[in-house]
């Protein structure tokens, strides 16, 4: 009988059934949203989609944790870290300083970041060039504003956030010089309405197109375009589907993609520390698939100059101080 098993035990050997590689049902892998939620229909969002791509493509278990305020980050990190998950990713820049000191106390747990650059040596930063997709939707706002004055709502001011607003305002200074940009810091991403407020004053004030990158507090901006018949600027993901007749477009930042290929490196085991950056070459940045509000005039226009950004012919700034070398000290409002 021994003898039978064991030959058995061979054949099924020999046949690669009996061998169950490592899969990446094996690994776990969760995020930390910053303040602006899960449903900000922005970033958060679309970085849980990428989550539940992995899950679905690569089998691996996912979950996340909201964090209400900023005081939530550190014991959402602690928490994630034990329950032995393989990888912990934080979903904003905002948590910087407490994923450090999470890094430093867990130096064997894999831990990412998107927004930021590696904070440890047990960390992958995730990046993208934002100034490139703003640049686009600059251009549309400044080719297609019919009272030549436009809007700009910033979530939180940082360098991070400024690649957003130099690259918008390059754009719009590139198709119209004389474009008058009004602006608007809410310092929180989770404002709607403060965002909304903020945008009927600038529409009050004569602006008809206005562009935010402010995650959840833009669903303010979208909703005061909705109401008051003018247009809104989405960003993160094509925001349109939220008010068809009211997002002109949207500069769209692949945070999916980033956080799935985090998961899909580590089940491959190529997942390093460092930075990546992805940018309009990779795919990682771009204008919104939904033009149907552009006309065929700025359309083509805006397809030239992402030609040009592709090809390096423009290359557009991406900090206040390369913004200011070509346009001056005070052409941005936020430093």
Request: proline share 2%; charged share 20%.
């Amino acid at each position: 009988m021994k003898k039978i098993l064991c030959f058995a035990l061979a054949l099924v050997l020999a046949l690669g059934l009996a061998t169950v590689p490592a899969s990446a049902e094996n690994f776990k892998v969760a995020m930390v949203t910053d303040t602006g939620g899960i449903n900000d229909q922005s970033f958060n969002a679309l970085a849980w989609q990428g989550l539940q791509r992995a899950k679905e493509e690569l089998g691996v278990e996912v979950s996340y944790l909201e964090s209400v305020t900023e005081a939530d980050y550190a014991t959402n990190l602690e928490t994630l870290y034990d329950e032995g998950n393989d990888l912990i990713i934080c979903i904003g820049w905002m948590m910087a300083d407490a994923l450090k000191e999470a890094c430093a106390a867990h130096p064997e747990q894999k831990y990412a970041i998107i927004d930021n650059g590696s904070v440890a040596d047990n960390c992958t930063g995730v990046n993208f060039a934002t100034e490139q997709c703003s640049y686009l939707v600059g251009l549309v706002a400044g080719y297609m504003t019919k009272t030549n004055n436009v809007g700009f709502v910033i979530g939180m001011v940082s360098p991070l956030m400024n690649t957003f607003g130099v690259g918008y305002y390059a754009g719009v200074k590139a198709a119209n010089p004389d474009c008058t940009i009004q602006h608007y810091n809410a310092n929180s991403y989770g404002d709607a309405a403060g965002g909304k407020a903020a945008t009927i004053n600038m529409y009050a004030q004569g602006a008809d197109i206005v562009y935010h990158a402010a995650g959840g507090t833009g669903m303010g901006v979208i909703e005061a375009a909705a109401e008051q018949g003018k247009f809104a600027i989405g960003v993160d993901q094509d925001q349109n589907y939220l008010a068809p007749e009211a997002v002109l477009t949207s500069a769209v930042k692949r945070v999916d993609n980033g956080v799935y290929n985090l998961c899909k490196a580590l089940t491959e085991g190529t997942l390093e520390a460092g930075e990546v950056v992805y940018d309009i070459v990779s795919g990682g940045v771009d204008i919104a698939e939904t033009t149907t509000l552009i006309d065929a005039d700025t359309l083509a226009k805006v397809e030239d100059a992402k030609a040009k950004i592709l090809s390096g012919e423009i290359v557009v700034p991406a900090t206040v101080e390369a913004f200011a070398a070509i346009y001056g000290e005070d052409a941005y409002p936020f430093k």
